[in-house]
């Protein structure tokens, strides 16, 4: 007996490492072990005559074969395999036909008829009563979804067990329902709280989906805010990178002024650099031109920092531009804010206005810009061009 059930173990290892595809995930070698592993557990505390005992352990080595073959009617596709099997091993008919009823009797649909179907049966969902429930229940779920059978959500997976527990399965068997059945219970009751709370996070999250979309809908400003908010960002950004690009140039031209300053100009009194004055006059003029425009796109503009009631009233000053209110005292400040805060309508002219001024402040200093980089690049190949044709006609 012992020798036959050692040969369905390697054949059984064999076969799924060979012709099982990498898809099944929880029917494999491991999943069998734990059948043929929980089919001793009942055997070893039931009146089993050893007969049985073979019969009932080759085939919960042998149950789960036919999945080598196909998905739907596996059962059929293992009996035949197991008869094939222990045909070739010289297998009396009588267990055979013992193995194959077994085998048939896995089905979930069908009642089991005797001891050992039921012990088989039990042994087959032994799982629903271990600590590694979840784990192999994760894989099932993984395994339908890869074999195209149905595809489940977490929160379904989880009703799908609960009703599976509650109302397909049972045990049969004494051992299973003294041993197994309470773990079982747990588990179930682990199945219900990971339900409640599944629930709870996606009832959560369509609440916050629909308050999002109804906020959405009723407060366009929202969507106008925050084109201001971006807009005035962006308009800062480019202004810092329009005084950057300005103080890079101012830095630049110092330096190249304060060089020939310091090591050209001197040695023009000489009569053998007396070539190198007009370049070196080029250079220079066109720095100190690039020096004067860099410091005009910098320049700020001076306001004169009051406004009166009349011009807010009459909404003719822009409150949230300092320069319209630096010189005012605090209390006439706080009012006019007051005053334009009680009208939003105002507000967002003063935004659009503070936009707009912004804009023609950008304008200026991207021009002046411009036309200082223009002037700087020119100046550059002006005076190496003079410097060539100084060296060249002294």
Same mark, same amino acid.
């Given at each position: 007996?012992?020798?036959?059930?050692?040969?369905?173990?390697?054949? !059984?290892?064999?076969?799924?490492?060979?012709?099982?595809?990498?898809?099944?995930?929880?029917?494999?070698? #491991?999943?069998?072990?734990? !059948?043929?592993?929980?089919?001793?557990?009942?055997?070893?505390?039931?009146?089993?005559?050893?007969?049985?005992?073979?019969?009932?352990?080759?085939?919960?080595?042998?149950?789960?074969?036919?999945?080598?073959?196909?998905?739907?009617?596996?059962?059929?596709?293992?009996?035949?395999?197991?008869?094939?099997?222990?045909?070739?091993?010289?297998?009396?008919?009588?267990?055979?036909? #013992?193995?194959?009823?077994?085998?048939?009797?896995?089905?979930?649909?069908?009642?089991?008829?005797?001891?050992?179907?039921?012990?088989?049966?039990?042994?087959?969902?032994?799982?629903?009563?271990?600590?590694?429930?979840?784990?192999?229940?994760?894989?099932?779920?993984?395994?339908? +979804?890869?074999?195209? %059978?149905?595809?489940?959500?977490?929160?379904?997976?989880?009703?799908?067990?609960?009703?599976?527990?509650?109302?397909?399965?049972?045990?049969?068997?004494?051992?299973?329902?003294? *041993?197994?059945?309470? #773990?079982? +219970?747990?588990?179930?009751?682990?199945?219900?709280?990971?339900? *409640?709370?599944?629930?709870?996070?996606?009832?959560?999250?369509?609440?916050?989906?629909?308050?999002?979309?109804?906020?959405?809908?009723? *407060?366009?400003?929202?969507?106008?805010?925050?084109?201001?908010?971006?807009?005035?960002?962006?308009?800062?950004?480019?202004?810092?990178?329009?005084?950057?690009?300005?103080?890079?140039?101012?830095?630049?031209?110092?330096?190249? %002024?304060?060089?020939?300053?310091?090591?050209?100009?001197?040695?023009?009194?000489?009569?053998?650099?007396?070539?190198?004055?007009?370049?070196?006059?080029?250079?220079?003029?066109?720095?100190?031109?690039?020096?004067?425009?860099?410091?005009?796109?910098?320049?700020?503009?001076?306001?004169?920092?009051? &406004?009166?009631?009349?011009?807010?009233?009459?909404?003719?000053?822009?409150?949230?531009?300092?320069?319209?209110?630096?010189?005012?005292?605090?209390?006439?400040?706080?009012?006019?804010?007051?005053?334009?805060?009680?009208?939003?309508?105002? !507000?967002?002219?003063?935004?659009?206005?503070? $936009?707009?001024?912004?804009?023609?402040?950008?304008?200026?200093?991207?021009? $002046?810009?411009?036309?200082?980089?223009?002037?700087?690049?020119?100046?550059?190949?002006?005076? !190496?061009?003079?410097?060539?044709?100084? &060296?060249?006609?002294?």
């Amino acid at each position: 007996m012992n020798n036959l059930i050692e040969k369905a173990d390697k054949f !059984v290892q064999n076969l799924f490492r060979e012709e099982l595809p990498n898809t099944y995930i929880y029917h494999d070698y #491991k999943h069998t072990e734990r !059948v043929v592993k929980s089919t001793k557990e009942i055997i070893d505390c039931s009146e089993i005559n050893v007969k049985e005992e073979e019969a009932l352990i080759l085939a919960a080595w042998l149950h789960d074969t036919g999945y080598t073959r196909t998905y739907k009617g596996h059962e059929e596709e293992s009996a035949n395999i197991a008869t094939a099997f222990l045909k070739e091993n010289n297998a009396t008919p009588e267990l055979i036909e #013992k193995v194959t009823k077994l085998i048939a009797a896995t089905r979930f649909n069908k009642e089991p008829d005797s001891q050992a179907e039921k012990i088989i049966r039990d042994a087959d969902s032994s799982h629903f009563a271990k600590d590694y429930f979840e784990e192999a229940s994760e894989f099932l779920r993984q395994e339908l +979804e890869l074999h195209n %059978i149905k595809k489940f959500s977490h929160l379904e997976w989880l009703q799908e067990n609960i009703k599976f527990f509650t109302e397909k399965h049972s045990y049969y068997t004494n051992y299973a329902l003294e *041993n197994w059945k309470p #773990k079982k +219970e747990e588990n179930l009751l682990e199945l219900i709280e990971s339900q *409640n709370k599944a629930q709870q996070k996606l009832k959560k999250e369509e609440n916050k989906a629909r308050l999002k979309a109804q906020f959405k809908n009723d *407060n366009p400003e929202r969507s106008i805010q925050s084109m201001f908010r971006v807009t005035l960002r962006n308009h800062i950004k480019l202004s810092d990178i329009a005084d950057t690009k300005a103080n890079i140039l101012l830095s630049v031209n110092a330096i190249i %002024i304060s060089l020939a300053l310091a090591n050209l100009i001197p040695k023009l009194d000489a009569a053998s650099n007396k070539h190198l004055l007009i370049p070196s006059m080029i250079l220079i003029l066109f720095s100190v031109a690039s020096i004067i425009l860099s410091i005009m796109s910098t320049r700020p503009n001076v306001t004169s920092g009051e &406004f009166t009631k009349e011009q807010v009233e009459s909404r003719k000053v822009n409150l949230l531009f300092f320069g319209n209110f630096h010189k005012m005292p605090f209390e006439q400040f706080k009012w006019g804010m007051q005053e334009m805060m009680k009208d939003k309508d105002y !507000v967002y002219e003063s935004l659009m206005l503070d $936009l707009h001024l912004l804009g023609k402040v950008l304008h200026r200093k991207y021009l $002046l810009l411009r036309l200082t980089y223009t002037v700087f690049m020119v100046g550059i190949i002006i005076s !190496v061009i003079s410097f060539v044709v100084g &060296f060249y006609l002294m």
